[in-house]
Each structure stands twice: as C-alpha cells, then as structure tokens.
C-alpha cells in the first residue's frame, strides 16, 4: 500500500492585536474622517471586539469542522485508490463485513437508553431500533478505521484557532515570570463560578509549577452583582500594600461577605494599614483601571465571568482540570517546537 499523500492545509493566524516580536506593521489606514481627525478600525474594537471575537470563533468552528470532513474524505480516497477500489467498497469490505451481527441484548439496551423519547413499546419499534443501532455501531466503526488511517499517515492540521494576546498586570501575578505559559482570568469577585474555579486554578497550578503563571485582571458584572466593583477596588488597594492574592483568596473563601465593612474586616485580618486601606477605597482612584480591565477584555471577546486566555487561546467557563490541562500541554508543546535544536 502506498502511504497517503501528505495533506498541508495552511492558514494564518487570527488575532486582534500584534504578536510579540512580529516585524514592524505597515502604517496604519483610516476608515474615516472628520476634518483632520482620523477613525481607524481599532477604535471600533471597544464597542464591536465582543462580537468580532464571537463571529471570528465562529468561523474557525465552521471551517475546522469542513477541513475535518475533508482530511477523511482524501484519506480515504488516497487508500481505496491504492487498493483498487471504491471508497464505498473500500468500507464494505473493510469495516462493514467484520461487524459481529447485534445481538438481542445490545437491541434491548439500547432501546432502554431512548425509550422516553420513543415513548413506544419494544415490539412495535424494534425494527426501528435495531436499524438505528446498526447504522450507529457501523458509523462508529468506520471513524475509527479512519481514525487509524490518520495515525500511520502523514497528516498535518495547520488551521489555528483564533487567537488574541491580552496583557497581564505584573502588579496581579502568581507564579513565575519566566513560565512559558501565561493564563490571564477575567473575573469577578461575586460571581459564584469564579469561586468555584479557583480549587481548579490552584491544582494546576501546583501541577505546573515554574511552567504556568497566572494573571488577573478584573470584570466585575456591575448590573447582577452589585457588591463586584467595590470588591475589585479593595483588591487593588490591597495590591498597594503587597497583599493583592491574600486578599482575592481571602474573598472568593468568603463571598457572601462583601460589604464594606467585612472589606475592610479583611483588611485587617491580613495586617494591612486599615486606614491607609479605607483612604484608598474612599477615593475611587482605581475605577478608571478597572474600566480598562472591562473594555480589554469586552474587546478580547469576554462577555461572562470567568473567561481565560491560555497563550491568546481563550477558555470560557469554570472548566474542570482536564480542559486547562489539554491547553497547556498544546501551549508546551508549542513553545518547546519554537526553541531551536541543541
């Protein structure tokens, strides 16, 4: 059998904003004017990047999801025609003729898993469910001998997922400077799904130590939690005095309390200068930051809380340990092949 033929299929990386280390841009155009004042497409970002973001994922999906059909498709094409064959005789002989018969067991079972929904006794759809399970165990079987096509052939997925670098605030940092992979979590210090995460956060952090840093930065959903936006203010005043990450733990350990005055009872819990602590709160000073915060991460895509860029690639949600895992391992392994030889 001759091997399949190598399968490139290259295309170039989406994102919002520069790459680090990318060569110097061409200037940029104006899509407007009023006078000498010029618009630029950037400054659409702040009220469109959401939805940019979403279409943008959108069509990764559509088109990831086509290049798959399509690998399949040529994979097997390239060995039924090594083979003399048809694709469809290929399957036939391949992988339709070895499949054992169903027996009376496998239907009931199966009938038992769908039977709210065919809300019908066994004996008047039986036939109906044996066909579905014979057309289920067939295609079953069909994916994993291309599955197994693809594992001796030489096929390489080149389509990259949209991506978007998102700075992190050096002053909200945990772990080390040096690791390769960065996390930056927008979140919100009310939101029940951000406490939830944080167990998750803290496991893969001790599990890639020196490997992972995490940055935080803020988005505090004013119009369903009220008490987020005073929380973030005494977060980044406990920044100021060296303590931002006692602080975020010592909030998310105990959310129902984030009313001033437990604010400023963990305050000094921690040993802060309370009254440096409460000057700090009283005078707004960091609402303009965290407003950045919000419009960053709106731009980066970011609608709900939490939200997670792993190396620019975004994860949404209180994901369990496996899905941070499987995007750091990528971002790793990515890393390790950018690093020239010995």
């Known amino acids: 059998m001759q091997p399949a033929k190598y399968l490139k299929i290259v295309t170039a990386i989406v994102a919002f904003a520069p790459v680090l280390g990318a060569q110097t841009k061409p ?3 104006p899509i407007a004017r009023i006078g000498d004042q010029a618009i630029y497409d950037d400054d659409l970002l702040p009220s469109i990047g959401g939805q940019l973001w979403q279409l943008r994922s959108q069509e990764y999906e559509l088109k990831i999801k086509a290049l798959e059909n399509l690998l399949n498709q040529r994979l097997l ?8 064959l048809s694709t469809d005789a290929l399957l036939e002989q391949t992988v339709d003729r070895n499949l054992p018969p169903l027996s009376a067991s496998e239907i009931e079972a199966y009938y038992l898993a769908q039977k709210s929904s065919l809300n019908r006794p066994f004996d008047e759809v039986r036939p ?14 069909r994916q994993e001998y291309i599955d197994r096509l693809r594992q001796r ?12 670098e998102v700075t992190v605030d050096l002053a909200r940092v945990r772990g080390s ?11 919100d210090f009310q939101c029940p799904y951000c406490q939830s995460v944080q167990s998750t956060l803290k496991a893969v952090m001790e599990k890639y130590k020196g ?11 004013r119009p369903i939690h009220p008490q987020a936006q005073q929380a973030a203010e005494a977060a980044r005043c406990a920044a100021e005095q060296g303590k931002f990450w006692e602080y975020h733990d010592l909030l998310y350990t105990n959310q129902v309390r984030l009313d001033s005055g437990s604010l400023r009872e963990h305050a000094r819990g921690l040993g802060l200068d309370v009254e440096a602590f409460e000057a700090c709160t ?8 965290i407003d950045n915060d919000l419009q960053s ?3 980066a895509g970011v609608s709900g809380t939490p939200a997670f860029y792993i190396n620019g690639f975004m994860l949404v949600g209180a994901q369990p340990v496996a899905a941070f895992e499987s995007m750091i391992e990528s971002a790793l392994a990515e890393n390790a092949s950018r690093k020239p030889a010995p």
């Open 177 to 187: 400077p040096d690791a390769p992979v960065t996390i930056v979590e927008f979140a």
């Open 282 to 289: 009283a005078s707004g000073k960091f609402k303009s930051q």
């Open 211 to 221: 490997k992972v840093r995490l940055g935080f930065r803020d988005f505090p959903l």
């Open 27 to 29: 200037p940029r155009e």
């Open 128 to 141: 109906q469910v044996e066909r579905s399970l014979a057309q289920a165990r067939r295609q079953q079987a």
């Open 77 to 84: 094409e390239n060995e039924a025609k090594s083979q003399g």
């Open 153 to 164: 052939s030489d096929v390489a997925i080149l389509l990259n997922r949209p991506k978007v």
């Open 297 to 299: 991460g709106s731009i």
